[in-house]
Structure formats: C-alpha cells, structure tokens
Nanobody
Framework: QVQLVESGGGLVQPGGSLRLSCAAS????????MGWYRQAPGKQRELVAAITSGGSTNYDDSVKGRFTISRDNAKNTVYLQMNNLKPEDTAVYYC?????????WGQGTQVTVSS
C-alpha cells in the first residue's frame, strides 16, 4: 500500500522556522510531481508549493521568499522549509504525489504559529 507520511510540524513562534518532510513508501518519487497543500480551519485546501519530477518549482504568492520546496529522490523524500512563519501560516499541511493517472495524499501534519 502506498503511503506518504508527513512529519516536522509543531508549534512555533512568529518569525520562526520549521522543516516539513514527506517520506514515501511503496512509491518511487522520482517520477512524481510533488506538492504541499495546506488547509486552515474553515478554509479550502490550497496549494502552497510544488516541484516537478524535473525539479522545477512554483509557490503561492503568500509564501514566496519564505518557503522552499525540495526533493531528495535517493531518500524518497520531499521537504518544505518554512522560514519567517506568520500566524496566517497556521494550518494542516498535506503532501501530495501526482503522476498521470495517480494521486496520493499524506495524512497531514499540524503547523501552528503563535506567540
């Protein structure tokens, strides 16, 4: 069974940093386009950052310059480095893996930014 397992969430003060990880099992990520979504209470799930199988990246305007998505295909893992966190970044963050005909989601990890 394919699994994506996120980790690295937690409580951080405004201005702080966190690094999220998404580790895949029974799935070779090198052919997949990967992304991080987030969903805050009462809001729709939104795309935060994405990275193609070739390494091209794109970001939501709200996180540009603060978040960095990367991948380590040898470790079958995707990362989201989050710097200068703001209270509005508080959400459950989900990892997604996509290739034509297939889409997999992780279970999510909570990120809370609060003083």
């Amino acid at each position: 069974q394919v699994q994506l397992v996120e980790s690295g969430g937690g409580l951080v003060q405004p201005g702080g940093s966190l690094r999220l990880s998404c580790a895949a099992s029974r799935l070779f990520l090198d052919i997949y386009n990967m992304g991080w979504y987030r969903q805050a209470p009462g809001k729709q799930r939104e795309l935060v950052a994405a990275i193609t199988s070739g390494g091209s990246t794109n970001y939501d305007d709200s996180v540009k310059g603060r978040f960095t998505i990367s991948r380590d295909n040898a470790k079958n893992t995707v990362y989201l480095q989050m710097n200068n966190l703001k209270p509005e970044d508080t959400a459950v963050y989900y990892c997604i893996a996509e290739v034509v005909g297939s889409r997999y989601w992780g279970q999510g990890t909570q990120v809370t930014v609060s003083s």
